[in-house]
Structures are given as structure tokens and as C-alpha cells.
């Protein structure tokens, strides 16, 4: 069986990119060129990897599987040739929402200082492991427990909830906020890798909830005073937004923030992150 990176590279244009005809122009090659190496793909692996419709593209079963290690190999492969090239590593941190909020920057700084050989990036992907099972990244910040026994985590800190209103709501004159406050409203949540669920209200008192899947779009609606959110104080430092404000919701249980990383296939410089996250967290 012989699989190529080619190969792999159109999978992913074709998953990122939607259609054919746009994974084509991201790889610089003919729509037809594409149609024939993912049918090798398919041939080689002699699996069905896409779905395809007049609507749409998407990945069978089999194919969400195989696109996670295809991103992982491609990034492997990028991380070697940077290495070779440059002679500096790279690790990959991936974040849903918010990063590290207020610690950010000063993560970002100790690792430069004290680890010139490896470059940090964080990147920002929208999933439930915040680009991790999709191999966008080497590890990944998490502010609820994974579900997939593929993963480890280590929890680095805890984050309060925060309350996002309207600067003109009238909640926005008190220095905090009580859940029963909040179950009044409707509360915009994010199911997919938001960390906010009507459980967190009692039975008898649960909130209205409409659903978003972006941190921009969720602050955009706030604004408008017709609904509020929940989320980790590190969002409130990492995108303070005119229009809207933060509140502590002073009965609401800390949320856990953990790093996850691949069980089979954690990085050299797994424990030395988990130990400075853990500081930043334990020092503030």
C-alpha cells in the first residue's frame, strides 16, 4: 500500500475548501488532477473516504478517521522540514475560544526566553478538542474533559464564569451576578466547544437558550441586549469588545482549564508546558 502526501494534502484541501473546484485553486492544480488523486487514495486505502452530492462534500465514517492522521502526518512533515530547514522545532497549541486569556502573552514570552529552540503557535480552531483529534495541533487547551480515550489532559488551572450582557443591561450596574439572574434571559450558548449547558441551572429554572458557533458572532449578538452569555474569564481578557461587558457569576462553579495531548504520541515538551501553565495559573 502506497499512500503519498499528495494524496493526503487533497484530502484535506477538499474537507477545508468544501468543493473540488476550491480544493483545485488551494493546491494550484485541475479540478481534474483532484478528482483522480482522491480516487487513489480511496483505491489505495480501498475505502470510501468522501460522500459526495450535488450539495455537498463530506467525509464518510472513515474518512473523519483517516482526515485526523492525515492532518497529524502533514503536520509532522511540516514540523520536519522547519526543523531541517531552520533548525528550530515547533510546538503547536490549539484553543477553541479563548487561549490562556490574561496569561497569554506571558506563556508566550517564558516560552521564547527559556525555550529558544522550539517556536510556540497557538492555534485557534472551532472543535470539541480544539484541533487536536484533527491534528491541526500537537496539544491543546481545554475547558471541559474529552470524551476520547485517544487523549491524556492535566489540569494547569481554574478560570471563574463570567456573565457577557450589553454595557446598558441593567445587570451591568452590579458587580456580579447570581445564575437566577441569568435564567430569565436567553442565554446564546456554543454545544459544540462552549463550555455553558442549561445543567448548570436547577431543573425548575433554566434559561432559553439559541445557539452560536463563534466567539465574534456570540459577542456580536450580546451587544444587542437580546441575549446574554456564560463563559471562562479568559475570554473577557482575550476579547474585550465595545458594547458589552463581563460580570462574575458568583454561584457558578470555576471551570478546570486542562492541556490535552495524543496518548500514544505526547511531545517532548509536554510536562515543561504543563509546568509553566501551571505556574502562571498558581502565581495569579
Known sequence: MDVELRQLRCLVAIV?????TDAAIALGVSQAAVSRTLASLEHALGVRLLR?????????ATG?????HARRVLGEVADLVQEATTGRASLRIGYAWSALGRHTLAFQREWARSHP??????????SPTAGLSEGACDMAV??????????DTAIVGLERRLCAMAADDPLARRRSVRLADIAARVLLVDRRTGTTTTELFPADSRPATKETHDVDEWLTAISTGRCVGMTAESTAH????????????????????????????????TRTAIELLSELYRDA
Do not use: H, I, K, M
Request: net charge positive.
Open 16 to 20: 477545508d475548501e468544501g468543493t473540488f
Open 238 to 269: 482575550q476579547y474585550p469588545r465595545p458594547g458589552v461587558v463581563y460580570r462574575p457569576v458568583r454561584d457558578a462553579e470555576p471551570l478546570a482549564v486542562r492541556l490535552a495531548w495524543w496518548r500514544d504520541d505526547p511531545r517532548p515538551s
Open 117 to 126: 529552540g522550539t517556536e510556540l503557535r497557538l492555534v485557534r480552531v472551532n
Open 52 to 60: 459526495r452530492t450535488s450539495r455537498e462534500v463530506a467525509p464518510t
Open 142 to 151: 481545554l475547558r471541559r474533559t474529552p470524551d476520547d480515550r485517544r487523549f
Open 64 to 68: 473523519l478517521r483517516v482526515l485526523a
